[in-house]
């Protein structure tokens, strides 16, 4: 009995080893995981004359028979590993070390050779050594009744863990090499778009104000999914059916056919708290949404659009909102590069003049319009607004909240948005003074944020600034505050700083 005990104890470890070090290299999102490079090294120092005859038996499986005959040795030499564990320790030990010097050069003689490879096999014979510890050692001054009760109880923890790590690290590698297969596919892309700069006069190149081009790479992301969904273009459709004359259902290849439009458009989150930067501006290419709706022909008393994301994701936008003439896209671009996997990839709405939680769908693949009263939306189901059009809102920058300033001239600076209305003017005020306007600097469209700056002159002591914009249609933003529920926040964003 106990020999069967050591042998299972060293084939469980060997498990949780592989286990350990699969996770560590989908985690560390290796090229290839310490079985994988042991594997490839056997298959590789396999003598020609014998790989012929393997392959001239058992074909293009060649390659799996390779990593099975890995597997199979690990776990041998494991429950070797087992069986001298409690009688020869430091022989269980040395085989163990072995065993993960073998998979380290394996690893090193790799064209991805690494230090996490190397790492993860460290990790793997760690694994091995306390997986035994824990099933064989504690167990060695109890009764024989008392310590297989215990062997068995912990042998069953054990291997619970072991299958949840491996399944859960073969899920995880799964999705990297997918996410790895789509970037390849989006980086082939060849479309009718490019890098641009920001317009003239649009950026005041004040230090520490918040670029008026919003980079990919900065651009905020709020959704509600754990991981992107991965979707290759030639795969994406986008069903259009509900309160329409005719159903249709459009190919990524429909929406080449059709010619990309660019335009500049700022998006926020409702989310985005007084001050806050859950905010971003750029250039986005796609196809106009108004098109698509008169093509498929709205129905007498439909009032709104429900899209909903690849990952199941519903959103409820205003048809006024996409039939009116203003830029709403069916976006396939960002930046003048195609939109990146965390932004939407392949295709994603962009609509000026509201919030994203009622406009910006993100890998959308079903359109269904309908009327508001027929339905409620993620969000919506969540006490938020049914509509949620923009606010006007406005944000220092430049300086920021508790800095220390010289007494003397100081640029004040930031920005200020109030999407598809535009701004007409920002005001500053200091230790609520009096307010005085600020310089605002050029937009391409009403459907941008503006970036503005005031030149104040700081004397010695502490100071609150507070700042306020004024839209096209006269309407100032109210002093109010009111949190982000139901549907946007309110009020002047303050700092404080000091001088001196």
Known sequence: ??????????????????????ALAAVLDLRESPVLSV??????????????AIIGVVGTADKPLAIASVIVAILLLGALAGRWWVARRVAACALVGVLVVLAAASILSRPYASAPGVFACVAAGVVVMGVL?????????????????????TFGIIAVATAVVGVGSQALATRRRRRQEIEDVRASLTLPSRRVSAPAGTDLQVAGQEPWLTSNRDFYRIDTTLSPPLIDPADWTLRIHGMVDREITLTYQDLLDRGLTDAWITICCVSNTVGGDLIG???????????????????????????????????????????????????LTMNGEP??????????Q????????????????????TRFADFQAYWTQRGWGERGPIKTQSRIDVP?????????DVTIAGVAWAQHTGIEKVEVRVDEGEWREATIAESPSVDTWVQWKIDWSAQKGDHVIQV???????ETQTAERADVLPDGATGYHGIQVSAG
Request: proline share 6%; aromatic share 6%.
């Open 350 to 369: 962009v609509v000026p003049g509201l919030y994203g939680y009622v406009s910006a769908t993100k890998w959308v693949t079903d359109w269904e319009v």
């Open 281 to 331: 501006n750029t250039v986005w290419g796609g196809v106009p949404i108004k098109g698509i709706l008169e093509e498929v022909g709205i129905q007498s008393g439909a009032d709104a659009l429900l899209s909903t994301s690849e990952d199941g994701w519903t959103c409820g936008t205003p048809l006024a909102a996409l039939t009116d003439g203003r830029d709403a896209l069916l976006a």
């Open 339 to 348: 939109l990146p996997v965390p932004h939407g990839f392949p295709v994603r």
């Open 133 to 153: 510890e824990l099933l064989l050692s504690a167990g060695e001054r109890k009764p024989a009744d008392l310590a297989r009760r215990g062997f068995l109880r």
């Open 468 to 474: 306020r914009a004024t839209d096209r249609t006269g």
């Open 1 to 22: 009995m106990r020999s069967r005990m050591t042998t299972a104890a060293g084939v469980l470890a060997a498990l949780a080893g592989i286990a350990a070090s699969e």
């Open 39 to 52: 594997g490839q090294s056997v298959i590789e120092l396999t003598p020609g004359p014998i790989a012929e």
């Open 400 to 408: 920021r909240n508790s800095d220390s300033v010289d007494v003397g």
